[in-house]
């Protein structure tokens, strides 16, 4: 019945990794005065302090969506289980009571 949480989290590292960039391509540089920026950008310590960060976390990140995922696919199964539990319970006992009643039943209502 649909698709597990997790499968929705693979564009997760992606979006992890342009935000990052993105953070170190502001974080500024240590560029000499006078001395031209290459053309890729220039990096500093931040940036590589954030990209040392994004190396380290990469797996973390993967292990709590699919951990989450998890969580949540057994939390709907184990839901769904009690659901059709309680309708197998109610069907039984509507089931036990719609039956005639018996001689005995019959012998306990009296006038």
Known sequence: MGR????????????YGEGLLGAATCAGTMVLGGTEIPKG???GPVAQALQEFQDHTNGELKFL????GKSITGARLATEEYIKGDLEM???KQKEY????TPEELKGLKK
Not at 4 to 15: F, M, N, R, T, V
Not at 65 to 68: D, G, K, L, N, P
Not at 98 to 101: G, H, L
Request: charged content about 25%; overall charge negative; glycine content about 8%.
């Open 98 to 101: 719609s039956k005639a009643p």
């Open 90 to 92: 109610a069907r039984n």
């Open 65 to 68: 969506a699919v951990r989450t």
């Open 41 to 43: 950008g220039a990096f």
């Open 4 to 15: 597990a949480w997790s499968d929705d989290q693979d564009g997760l590292a992606p979006e």
